[in-house]
């Protein structure tokens, strides 16, 4: 039976063409097009898409909910310009979504097991706060994370060619610089849970780091700061080298650090500046603790210290283990003062504190008076930014690395040279 004929015109000029010679696309229920946009509205394998499905398409968005599996190796058209959406693309094992224009990532995770390529030539931008699962992604061209935007990576590599940081790059898992993760200018997030190590000789390119998780330096290997750099991470771990450079670290507003140097940090023959406006614990290579017979022995710190938060340092991270206590409860010490007398128990002395109050900005220290024995051992290194009492952990404990005297009357010890009266609550292990 006869289909019938088709009429229209083109420029005036009319056409009249039998409808079984038009050719339909037959497109699965779960997409629709509107507007050059190719709407994924619920699970789809790029392999059911026909090639007339992207004919005049310029984007595709893939709603909530919905997830658009690449089961096939592809080149995503050239038209395609962006893709977004409140859904999942998802990369198969085995297969390969290559990016052979400049595109505009917004959709909301791209995971699967597969491989995300950019081509040469071509940059995919990071255009929302977009998280990659997805294994690798690789290839000769730019990955960019556009300013103000975050990509969470937890993938295995994340190995373009060329990476530029505008925004945050966070990281959901365990990496090492260089190997998994590029070396590049910007700003990077380590997740709660997860180590950031560095296993090579190299100089840092980012500018800043944050999260809550760690920065870890492995013992053999340098990481040399190339600039300045704020450090907001929760933890930071050098049992390799930290060469500062000369160069500035700052510790934000609002900011806990936990540094633990096991290897060693070095400076220039002018050294860096730490500037804390945060709070700063810190243990190991770099503090140097005094003992011996001068009330105005200090501990020094192989980085100039400034800001207006709190830095509390000690020679080690390993909890001492004294048992007698001097209790303190906004006591106030003067400078080359003691307070307090405990018997020592032939242990290591160490101090856990919830509260620090410095009568004027500077470097203070901290430690104990063998009243007996006419010896001091000052290994707390405390800077303050300003008067005000600071809120400190009180399971962060300042160690030294040495027993005090069996029998003998210790005191705890205010140093003659500390900038004025320090307020402390919390308690001292003698």
């Excluded at 420029?11 to 079984?20: E, G, R, S």
């Excluded at 410095?358 to 707390?380: E, K, P, Q």
């Amino acid at each position: 039976m006869p289909l019938g004929r088709l009429n229209f015109s083109i420029n005036n000029i009319p056409f009249n063409i039998p409808i079984q010679n038009i050719i339909l696309c037959n497109l699965p229920s779960s997409v629709s097009v509107s507007s050059g946009v190719l709407n994924i509205n619920s699970n789809t394998n790029y392999s059911a898409l026909p090639d007339c499905a992207f004919n005049g398409i310029q984007a595709i968005n893939i709603v909530s909910g919905a997830t658009l599996t690449i089961d096939v190796s592809v080149i995503l058209p050239t038209g395609i310009t962006t893709v977004s959406g409140a859904g999942t693309l998802s990369i198969s094992s085995g297969y390969t979504l290559t990016i052979g224009a400049n595109t505009t990532f917004s959709v909301s995770t791209v995971s699967g097991a597969g491989t995300l390529s950019i081509s040469s030539g071509y940059t995919l931008t990071i255009g929302a706060n977009t998280t990659f699962s997805v294994s690798t992604v690789s290839g000769a061209g730019t990955l960019s994370i556009s300013s103000g935007y975050t990509l969470t990576f937890s993938g295995s590599n994340l190995l373009p060619s060329t990476l530029t940081v505008s925004g945050t790059l966070a990281l959901s898992g365990n990496y090492t610089l260089v190997t998994n993760i590029p070396n590049v200018a910007g700003s990077l997030v380590i997740n709660s849970g997860y180590t950031l190590t560095v296993s090579s000789n190299l100089t840092l390119a980012y500018t800043s780091i944050g999260g809550s998780g760690t920065l870890s330096v492995s013992s053999g290997y340098t990481l040399t700061q190339g600039g300045a750099v704020t450090i907001s991470v929760a933890s930071v771990t050098v049992a390799g080298t930290w060469a500062n450079a000369g160069y500035g670290i700052t510790i934000p507003s609002g900011s806990s650090v936990v540094w633990k140097t096991t290897g060693s940090l070095t400076t220039a023959s002018t050294a860096g500046t730490l500037t804390v406006n945060g709070t700063c614990y810190y243990y190991g290579a770099g503090i140097t603790a005094y003992a011996g017979t001068s009330n105005g022995g200090m501990p020094t710190f192989t980085l100039t210290l400034a800001g207006t938060g709190i830095f509390i340092g000690s020679p080690t991270a390993t909890k001492g283990t004294a048992t007698a206590s001097i209790s303190l409860s906004s006591t106030a010490i003067s400078a080359n003062s003691d307070d307090g007398t405990a018997a020592g128990y032939g242990e290591i002395p160490y101090f856990s504190l919830s509260s620090i109050t410095g009568s004027a900005t500077g470097n203070y220290g901290l430690g104990i008076h063998d009243n007996t024995a006419g010896t001091y051992a000052i290994f707390v290194l405390i800077y303050v930014g300003s008067t005000s009492a600071f809120s400190v952990s009180s399971s962060q404990y300042m160690n030294y690395t040495a027993a005090d005297t069996l029998g003998d009357s210790i005191s705890v010890f205010n140093s003659l040279y500390s900038k004025g009266t320090l307020t402390l609550s919390g308690t001292a292990y003698v």
